[in-house]
């Protein structure tokens, strides 16, 4: 049986800390950001955990983890 390939969109999205933890990037820091408070871009633009374990493991089959 073959090797399980990384999901290459997923690897580019998402990173695993040397804890394990996976983190990810937050979404509405893209764009029309005049109209967003400079304190909600500043905390959009820090990274989150991914919260729900069905996601989390998700991620990890993703990542072949």
């Known amino acids: 049986m073959p090797k399980m390939r990384t999901d290459r ?3 580019k999205r998402f ?5 394990g933890r996976i983190r990810r990037r937050q979404a509405f820091r893209s764009h029309l950001l005049e109209k967003k408070p400079s304190t909600r871009t500043r905390r959009l633009g820090r990274e989150v955990d991914v919260a729900a374990g069905g996601d989390a493991r998700q991620v990890r089959r993703l990542l072949g983890l």
């Open 15 to 19: 990173k695993v800390t040397g804890t």
């Open 9 to 11: 969109g997923a690897a």
